[in-house]
């Protein structure tokens, strides 16, 4: 099994909805989303996937979440904007970018900071 990782920062801020301690106030992070592909074969370029499909799926929210307000951004507006709804966000997003194809997502991993992160995979 071969696997390829791209990993993006974007820096935003959001509150959690609902969370009984400092979590419930406003506050940013310098986020990471990191994107892990899987295949069992390579492509005629030797390749499970381009890193460049994954950094195309990844850029149009890395655009519009920099510098913002997650809790005001679609779906953050509706579904708390925690490490782990956004790794399922990220994951659902680059999943359908690479469509049906041999390569697919295993992992999406979103970092708040240096040492923590939460983590997306289907079972
Ligand atoms: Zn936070």
Redesign the pocket.
Known sequence: MYEVTVEQPFSAA?Y?KDYPGK?ANV?G?NYRVQVTVEGEDLDQLGMVVEFEVIKQALKPWMDKFDHGFLNEIPPFDMVNPSAENLAKFFYDEVARAIGESTARVCCVRVF?TEKCSAAYRPK
Do not use: G, N, T
């Open positions: 959001h959690l979590c506050h992070h708040e």
